[in-house]
């Protein structure tokens, strides 16, 4: 099994959810940990996927927001200040791949999955074996203890209960 690392200024972890029933609201978190072993990642089929993302470093570019999500309405960094996924199974061949794995939040953990998309591999101007991943899921963010909400007068609610996740990550053999 080989480690590879994650060059964090070629990824990101990011997520939308609909905003007053009507738009979205994008972020991301700005500080995170990834540990990722396989036999090769032409088949993701042998990999392990641990990551855990800093809950503090929220960032949807608006700071009266990142910092109500920090609060105990949502997030709670304070007793919780890790989001953690680890993977528990992969399936699939080729280019497309299913990643099953705990992802805990706020305390709670619930098994989600991953589609996942090998983008193949190269090397770039200094002689590093670069692989390129894509991942995307959708939770229900109430499913894990993230229940703030507020009613519109027009009807519907401030914030979706459906939470996209996008991870692009670029690796490298450790």
């Known amino acids: 099994m080989t480690n590879f690392t994650v060059d964090t200024a070629h990824s990101s972890i990011q997520f939308e959810v609909k905003h007053m029933m009507v738009s979205k609201v994008k972020g991301q978190f700005d500080s995170y940990k990834a540990n990722v072993t396989a036999d090769n990642l ?23 927001r ?6 105990p309405d949502f997030f709670d ?18 280019s497309e ?14 098994e989600v999955t991953f589609d996942v ?6 090397t770039n101007p200094w002689g590093v074996e670069v692989h390129g991943l894509e991942a995307e899921t959708k939770i229900n963010r109430e499913s ?3 229940t703030w909400n507020q009613a519109l007068e027009t009807g519907g ?6 939470i996209k996740v996008k991870v692009e990550l670029e690796l490298n053999p450790a």
Do not use: M
């Not at 042998?46 to 700071?63: L, P, R, Y």
């Not at 007793?79 to 992969?90: A, G, K, L, N």
């Not at 998309?117 to 190269?122: A, R």
């Open 157 to 162: 609610v401030l914030v979706g209960k459906d």
């Open 117 to 122: 998309e090998y983008n193949g591999s190269g």
């Open 97 to 110: 791949y299913k990643v099953t794995g705990d992802l805990t939040i706020k305390g709670i953990t619930n």
């Open 144 to 146: 894990f203890g993230l």
């Open 42 to 64: 032409a088949d993701l089929t042998t990999a392990t996927f641990e990551f855990s993302f800093d809950v503090a470093t929220i960032n949807t570019k608006n700071t009266d």
């Open 66 to 71: 990142d910092d109500h999500l920090r609060s």
């Open 77 to 94: 960094v304070e007793q919780h200040p890790t989001i953690e996924f680890v993977s528990t199974s992969v399936t699939g061949s080729g």
